[in-house]
């Protein structure tokens, strides 16, 4: 071919190579120099393409997404959050009521998986696991002596449903380990920690989270009290940050009229939905008295908020924690998952229980508890004067104020009769809980003959554990000073009793003793026995009185009077 020729032929095709070779770079690399308003996502795309061809090292990037979305969703507000996959089934777990295990409560005592106590039906019943057994090791893993934590037991014993694990036991007093294999099997997570009859014809429900399996469980609570003679249920909320939406507009629809407005819900892009009451519940006659306090979140908001807006009832206890946003949920292929707020909620009235933020003083929303602390929020009438918040009118004319959680009816100040720096010492090192497990250990032959929890009750109050434990903090440290012992007395003992008994008799008796001197729950008996359970009773907002302030925190720990301990479940 004439090279003159060839020449013509090939630089148009060169010259158009290198025109789109062009334009790819300059579109890939334009967004570091163009010029204008650049969008979000182009600029994000950019930077990681950037970082993936021309970081100094090797870098992962999906691990650098996986760390950045926390924060960038994060920034939105202090509800939406990435949730990785990892973590997504224990979350998951939590909402539906139920995980996959081998179904024992434990307690590490002494560096030894201990079991406290079998779930009836579960998979260690069945392979014959019993209270009291030491787990020494796990497939062969040595886990006595190890220095393993809670979280490490959860993660060992917890697994697959079907999947077996071999635990080697060591059952007192032989000293030989027998090896005993568990298939895993569903533990149900009860959210309905107890119910029980506080007087003749005044039942007590304590509820500890709203999951999927709560509102059967709620419903089998009121049935077994309504067969004891309840006419009046206190419902107890305290500490329960809330749940699935579903539930709780079920277990509100139990107390409402039909057609009585239950929560709605709005935002920007989401078009407003309401619930109503149906007519079906069976406590329409029934009093209710709801207890609530700062750590009552989303779910347990929205039922007070219904509660208290129909005047169906009394709310007693210090100011909710303000939580009224809508979490919508994506799933990625990975397991992964973002909850992304796209509404609000807002009571019958009106009120939006969502406390204020502001963006980047995430911190300080999320240490209100504390701060509420420290300005007396818990032994004084709240600090939130009700004159910053707005004013909305009940379904009889009450006036009540929203934008910063629910304000009680009546305010209960946190009882901190007791309280001292001994006790919370004892506390924070978790003296108390640990003692009572090794006392339960110890004497589990004598003390698993009792026929009922009151009859072990009756037994404990004889015997001498203050000394005992006062003796066994000694040991660890903590010296004796009898002053604060002496005040402390009867609050420890109460805490040592309802411990034990929970090692034998699970919550409901443990809640019993734990709740006998309670002062909301004494309030609650008081206000249903004199007939002023009813709203109308009510002209203003009652107070009780403040209750005696503790000066200092310990550890980051604020005292409280209802201090527990959930029990390990594996």
């Known amino acids: 071919m004439d090279p003159e020729k060839k020449i013509r032929t090939w630089v148009p ?9 062009g334009i790819f770079i300059g579109n890939r690399f334009s967004v570091f120099t163009r010029v204008g308003k650049v969008q979000g996502t182009e600029k994000l795309n950019a930077v990681l393409d950037y970082i993936q061809s021309s970081y100094v090292d090797p870098i992962n990037t999906s691990q650098l997404v ?3 979305l926390p924060n960038i969703v994060q920034e939105l507000d202090p509800h939406s959050a990435y949730i990785p996959a990892d973590e997504m089934k224990r979350v998951n777990e939590d909402l539906e009521g139920h995980f996959s295990g081998i179904g024992v409560s434990f307690y590490v005592l002494r560096d030894t998986i201990t079991v406290t106590s079998i779930v009836p039906g579960g998979p260690s019943e069945a392979a014959g696991i019993y209270p009291g057994d030491r787990i020494v090791k796990v497939n062969d893993s040595l886990v006595a002596g190890t220095g393993i934590t809670n979280d490490q037991v959860l993660k060992t014993l917890r697994g ?6 071999t635990l080697s036991i060591l059952r007192p007093p032989k000293h030989a380990l027998t090896n005993i294999t568990v298939t895993r099997g569903d533990i149900p997570m009860n959210s309905v920690n107890a119910s029980y009859m506080l007087t003749e014809d005044i039942g007590y429900i304590k509820v500890g989270t709203f999951a999927f399996n709560t509102f059967s469980e709620f419903i089998s609570a009121i049935s077994k009290l309504k067969s004891q003679g309840c006419e009046s249920v206190v419902v107890d909320l305290r500490g329960n940050v809330g749940g699935s939406l579903e ?3 079920a277990m509100v629809n139990e107390f409402l009229n039909k057609g009585d407005l239950i929560v709605y819900a709005e935002g920007r892009n989401f078009p407003r939905t309401d619930d109503y009451a149906d007519g079906t519940g069976t406590c329409k006659e029934n009093k209710i008295v709801v207890l609530i306090d700062e750590m009552s979140a989303s779910a ?18 210090r100011r909710s924690f303000g939580k009224g946003l809508v979490q919508s949920q994506r799933d990625f292929y990975d397991g992964s998952a973002i909850r992304l707020t796209v509404a609000r909620y807002y009571t019958p009235s009106g009120r939006s229980i969502q406390r204020k933020y502001e963006k980047g003083h995430y911190d300080e929303y999320e240490m209100d508890a504390i701060n ?11 600090t939130v004067a009700n004159g910053n918040l707005k ?6 004319g009450r006036t009540v104020f929203g934008g910063d959680g629910i304000m009680p009816d009546i305010f209960i100040p946190r009882d901190t009769t007791g309280i001292n720096s001994y006790y919370n010492t004892l506390v924070n090192k978790n003296l108390v809980q640990e003692y009572a497990m090794l006392y339960s250990d110890e004497n589990r032959n004598k003390l698993d003959k009792f026929k009922s929890w009151h009859e072990l009750y009756l037994h404990l109050k004889k015997q001498p554990l203050l000394l005992n ?5 000694d040991s660890k440290g903590v010296r004796q000073r009898p002053y604060y012992i002496s005040e402390s007395r009867n609050l420890l003992e109460s805490q040592l009793h309802a411990y034990i008994i929970r090692n034998f008799w699970g919550e409901e008796g443990f809640f019993a003793v734990l709740m006998e001197k309670d002062n909301l729950v004494d309030k609650a008996i008081e206000l249903i026995t004199s007939g002023k359970a009813a709203p109308k009773a009510v002209a203003k907002l009652l107070y009780a009185e403040p209750g005696k302030t503790v000066a200092g925190l310990l550890n980051h720990r604020y005292p409280i009077r209802d201090f527990y301990v959930l029990p390990n479940i594996a």
């Not at 509420?372 to 709240?382: A, E, H, L, S, T």
């Not at 434990?469 to 903090?473: E, K, R, T």
Request: proline share 2%; aromatic share 10%; hydrophobic share 45%.
């Open 13 to 21: 095709l060169w010259i158009a190579l290198g025109i789109a070779l």
């Open 66 to 68: 996986e760390d950045a």
């Open 160 to 165: 697959e449903k079907g999947s077996q694990v």
């Open 247 to 249: 539930t709780v507009v």
């Open 300 to 317: 347990s908001e929205i039922f007070s908020g219904a509660i208290q807006d129909h005047d169906r009832g009394l709310i007693i206890g």
């Open 372 to 382: 509420r602390y420290m300005k007396g929020d818990y032994v004084n009438v709240d």
């Open 391 to 396: 004013p909305f009118k009940t379904e009889s």
């Open 469 to 473: 434990l006062v003796s066994y903090a």
